[in-house]
């Protein structure tokens, strides 16, 4: 890097200061990762082996991806689902939902469904949900939710879990309907140790927790105990994916939105990618089985 103030276990890949990056997706087939900054509508690529990160501007606000083994996209867009055409960046609407303000977090589950959550702008306490998209329909899978932040399933499939406000919540899953239930708080996090939102699972069955305003990455066991803390490079980190050709990295998306010039002096690697190799592989990514 030739920087000393970056830890040498992180590597700066995309060096923009992206006003709130999200959403990583690895996508194998063609050796990138899909990232977003919802704030500014773009859709990026991450080329893996070239290190070129290209740009696509949308005609709407995109906050999760889902995509096929062939790479078509679903997206959790605006107030509902659409598909994304690349060739164009056009947006084509599938379905709105009937809760929230707008979509947040998404991810396809074991079964290749995509799930994905809305939230309110001022955050109204339970008054979002998740919905799995079935066809041209957004069945409700989970009532009540105040601000989604992050989503993941074991590798079993047997739990779902859902960061929502500073909990993380796990949920008993059935794959094969699609139904979430029982859901209670599994972990929950103090003030100092940031804000949880983006979530992933390993293939040991433990989570990583990318903490928000912290810079913060948590990994839990199962049990819910606190296994290991790394510390980003920068406090604004807001998801991560696991990546790489054996799914042995893990790609870091963060934001700088709220920060002046003199923050962004203090914290020059907010809203960049970052990636780091966590010594654990990650779950391959469930292809989005709808057409």
């Known amino acids: 890097m030739g920087d000393s103030s970056m830890s040498d276990e992180f590597e700066l890949l995309v060096d923009r200061q992206a006003l709130c990056g999200v959403g990583p997706l690895w996508m194998p087939a063609i050796d990138c990762v899909y990232w977003i900054d919802f704030l500014r509508r773009e859709l990026h690529t991450y080329h893996r082996d070239s290190g070129i990160d290209d740009v696509r501007v949308l005609p709407g606000t995109v ?42 977090v998404g991810a396809c589950d074991p079964a290749g469904r995509f799930v994905a959550g809305s939230l309110t702008y001022d955050r109204k306490l339970r008054a979002s949900a998740l919905y799995v998209l079935e066809g041209a329909r957004a069945r409700l899978l989970v009532d009540g939710v105040t601000a989604a932040g992050g989503l993941a399933w074991s590798p079993d499939g047997s739990r779902m879990y859902l960061v929502d406000t500073r909990s993380i919540w796990v949920y008993d899953y059935d794959v094969d309907r699609a139904r979430a239930v029982s859901g209670r708080q599994w972990v929950v996090c103090t003030e100092s140790e940031g804000s949880p939102e983006g979530i992933a699972v390993d293939a040991e069955g433990c989570v990583w927790v990318a903490m928000h305003w912290t810079g913060r990455i948590h990994r839990y066991a199962p049990s819910g105990d606190l296994e290991t803390v790394l510390w980003a490079p920068t406090r604004r980190i807001t998801s991560l994916a696991f990546g790489g050709s054996r799914l042995e ?7 700088c939105y709220g920060y002046d010039e003199p923050a962004l ?25 709808g057409i």
């Not at 990636?275 to 292809?287: C, D």
């Open 265 to 289: 002096l203090a914290d020059p690697y907010a809203g960049s990618l970052l990636r780091f190799r966590p010594g654990v592989v990650g779950l391959p990514p469930a292809p989005w089985q």
């Open 249 to 255: 990295e893990m790609y870091v998306t963060s934001a």
């Open 63 to 104: 906050t999760a991806l889902g995509a096929t083994r062939h790479g078509q996209l679903i997206a959790a867009a605006g107030n509902g689902f659409a598909r994304v055409h690349l060739g164009r960046s056009a947006l084509e609407p599938v379905v709105q939902v009937r809760n929230g303000d707008r979509m947040g």
